[in-house]
T-cell receptor
Framework: DGGITQSPKYLFRKEGQNVTLSCEQN?????MYWYRQDPGQGLRLIYY???????QKGDIAEGYSVSREKKESFPLTVTSAQKNPTAFYLC???????????????FGSGTRLTVV | AQSVTQLDSQVPVFEEAPVELRCNYS??????LFWYVQYPNQGLQLLLK??????LVKGINGFEAEFNKSQTSFHLRKPSVHISDTAEYFC??????????????FGQGTILTVHP
């Protein structure tokens, strides 16, 4: 079955450490997205990528970085510059950037990051 | 720019009762509309979407939503809920143009709790 795999499901890190969240899809989707979810705030866009080797900042990119070296993979690094990194992180994809308008997203199951 | 307001952060209801989850949006361009459901510690799943045509759209699990252009609303309804409908529900818009094209904007979410 095709889908999006996020790993790990739960992640604990000490304050000041960088951490990388994995997102892999086998849907042959061109566009990929990272969202952060906090209680009562909905989903906020961190970064997105329309195609391989291309990505753009979303609404809350400060303290985060991404890469898109392969179509299937869009890892997110939470750096020590992110002031409040504890959150639920969701990766999503769509057939194509323009197709998002019609088809919306397919989501992964998320990674819950806790920084102590 | 777009914004989505879900008018109730929490909705408690008894099993087999009807429910309505309210969503209002604002946008300077035309939009398509989506409802997603999220079960605890999972990603989001698409419930239904409105693209064009009939303003009443039916989705999975017995849910339906009505698009009202004059009131810029897209309320989600179910005539009889089950315990298994307990989840968080997100309304989202997808603009047909502008700087947010190709990206979804989400509301803050409504937690539906169905009591026996």
């Amino acid at each position: 079955d095709g889908g999006i795999t996020q790993s790990p499901k739960y992640l604990f890190r000490k304050e000041g450490q960088n951490v990388t969240l994995s997102c892999e899809q086998n849907l042959n989707h061109d566009a990929m997205y990272w969202y952060r979810q906090d209680p009562g705030q909905g989903l906020r866009l961190i970064y997105y990528s329309q195609i391989v080797n291309d990505f753009q900042k979303g609404d809350i990119a400060e303290g985060y970085s991404v890469s898109r070296e392969k179509k299937e993979s869009f890892p997110l690094t939470v750096t020590s510059a992110q002031k409040n990194p504890t959150a639920f992180y969701l990766c999503a994809s769509s057939i194509g950037f323009e197709s998002t308008v019609i088809y919306g997203y397919t989501f992964g199951s998320g990674t819950r990051l806790t920084v102590v | 720019a777009q914004s989505v307001t879900q008018l109730d952060s929490q909705v408690p209801v008894f099993e087999e009762a009807p429910v309505e989850l309210r969503c209002n949006y604002s946008s300077s361009v035309s939009v398509y509309l989506f409802w997603y459901v999220q079960y605890p510690n999972q990603g989001l799943q698409l419930l239904l979407k409105y693209l064009s045509g009939s303003t009443l759209v039916k989705g999975i699990n017995g849910f339906e939503a009505e698009f009202n252009k004059s009131q810029t609303s897209f309320h989600l309804r179910k005539p009889s809920v089950h315990i298994s409908d307990t989840a968080e529900y997100f309304c989202a818009v997808s603009p047909l143009g502008g700087t947010s094209y190709g990206k979804l904007t989400f509301g803050q979410g409504t937690i539906l709790t169905v009591h026996p």
